[in-house]
Structures are given as C-alpha cells and as structure tokens.
C-alpha cells in the first residue's frame, strides 16, 4: 500500500513538473498575462471576460491600450496584464 501511494505520488509530481514547464513556456511567449477574474482589483472593479453590458466593451473604452481588433489588448487600469476585448468593467468610460 505505500509503495502504491508513493507511485501515485510520483505520477502526480511528474504531470504537476511538465504542466509548470509548459505554463512557463506560454507566460514567455505571451508576455502579457491575461487579467484573472480572481485579480484583486478585476474584483474590485467587477470585470467580466463578456460584458453584460449593450453597448460597453473593453474595446469602445477610454482606457483600452494596443491594436484595434486584437482579441486581447492592454488596459491602462490593469498594468502588465490584457483584458478581453468584449470584456467590461466598471471603470468602463466611453472613448472619446
Ligand atoms: S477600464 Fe475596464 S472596461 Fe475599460 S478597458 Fe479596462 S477593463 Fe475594460
């Protein structure tokens, strides 16, 4: 039985190694992090990949940096990570 918990173990290291290996590759490749709902100040402000909001998007608001028709783009609020261009929150202003 411990020999069996200790295989199991060592599975579970192995697969956990290469998940941290791969997210590690993705985070280089993508050198900005897409905003978590769980982000303290996503929370905060309440911001949803989808707004549920007709006529508010990330994409149409004053504070959405980087390339029009980018999925995932900047925003000044959020330093360092993307948010999705649908996305809202409620520090939405409309873009001048
Ligand atoms: S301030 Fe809020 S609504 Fe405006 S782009 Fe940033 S996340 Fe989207």
């Given at each position: 039985?411990?020999?069996?918990?200790?295989r199991d173990f060592l599975k579970l290291s192995g697969s956990t190694l290469i998940g941290?290996?791969?997210?590690?590759?993705?985070?280089?490749?993508?050198?900005?992090?897409?905003?978590?709902?769980?982000?303290?100040?996503?929370?905060?402000?309440?911001?949803v990949h989808v707004s549920e909001v007709e006529g508010e998007y990330c994409d149409n608001?004053?504070?959405?940096?980087?390339?029009?028709?980018?999925?995932?783009?900047?925003?000044?609020?959020?330093?360092?990570?993307?948010?999705?261009?649908?996305?809202?929150?409620?520090?939405?202003?409309?873009?001048?």
């Amino acid at each position: 039985m411990k020999n069996l918990d200790r295989r199991d173990f060592l599975k579970l290291s192995g697969s956990t190694l290469i998940g941290m290996t791969l997210g590690g590759v993705a985070l280089r490749a993508n050198a900005q992090e897409k905003l978590a709902l769980d982000d303290p100040t996503a929370v905060a402000l309440k911001y949803v990949h989808v707004s549920e909001v007709e006529g508010e998007y990330c994409d149409n608001c004053m504070y959405i940096q980087g390339e029009d028709g980018a999925e995932w783009r900047p925003c000044a609020i959020f330093p360092g990570k993307v948010v999705a261009a649908k996305g809202h929150c409620t520090a939405w202003m409309k873009k001048g």
